[in-house]
């Protein structure tokens, strides 16, 4: 979730806290990995529904998720858990992430274990997901599923891929304590490899974060946020 600290190199890990249990919190940024009410929940109301999925990816041979910040890899879990329940044969989903200080094995396993939803997919994310994640880590991990974690800087990694990403999920950590992740360039960026119909949601509702958007191209909706915030905002390249 996390894309710029002056303080720290882009090879290095982030020292994390726990709090109440198995809730992960970055010192660094001052901000928790994800809603404290049900982060597995807010993943359904903002990114999945945000993006009109799973209906969308329905009927389409290829699907192309792209997502700013893997952080415990939540998102990718609850993806892939709906993902299996509704996808056709021979369909393909490939999600890409984009994040500069990748979680380790445990901490990933320690921090999804909160979800018995997820136990099937976070058991098989914890085994693939190497000791020392570096480079892009690309793992098959089924016959239908594909996750890719780009670890560096999102500007850079989003800059070096491949246009034609049907979904994104910006999830950075707060704008006010992240604000790179939400920048005007990193959002045209995005804009451009995203396909015509393309679509990304988001928790962030501030102001700048919204305006960014716009000037990248995008066409921004205001909706009602998950448990109780009062907005979300979700978007179409026209």
């Not at 002056?6 to 940024?29: I, K, N, V």
């Not at 959002?187 to 962030?204: D, L, N, Q, S």
Request: hydrophobic content about 40%; charged content about 25%; some cysteine.
């Amino acid at each position: 979730m996390t894309d710029t600290d002056p303080e720290q190199s882009a090879d290095a890990h982030q020292p994390l806290e726990w709090r109440d249990g198995d809730m992960p919190y970055s010192p660094a940024f001052g901000d928790h990995f994800y809603c404290q009410t049900d982060g597995r929940l807010e993943c359904g109301h903002v990114f999945l529904a945000g993006n009109g999925l799973p209906p969308r990816w329905q009927g389409k041979n290829d699907f192309l998720i792209g997502e700013l910040g893997f952080g415990t890899g939540l998102n990718f879990g609850e993806t892939w858990r709906q993902w299996k329940l509704s996808r056709a044969i021979g369909q393909q989903l490939h999600f890409m992430s984009f994040e500069l200080y990748p979680m380790r094995r445990a901490e990933i396993d320690r921090a999804l274990s909160h979800w018995r939803e997820i136990d099937a997919e976070r058991h098989a994310l914890a085994a693939a997901w190497p000791e020392t994640p570096e480079g892009t880590v690309s793992l098959r991990l089924d016959d239908q599923t594909v996750l890719s974690v780009v670890c560096g800087r999102a500007l850079d990694g989003v800059a070096a891929s491949e246009a034609g990403f049907d979904a994104w999920y910006l999830d950075g950590f707060a704008p006010s304590r992240n604000a790179d992740m939400w920048s005007t360039e990193l959002m045209r960026r995005v804009y451009e490899k995203t396909i015509p119909g393309g679509t990304f949601a988001t928790y962030a509702a501030a102001g700048f974060v919204r305006r960014n958007l716009i000037a990248a191209g995008f066409a921004v909706e205001r909706r009602s946020g998950f448990a109780g915030k009062r907005e979300m905002l979700c978007g179409i390249k026209a």
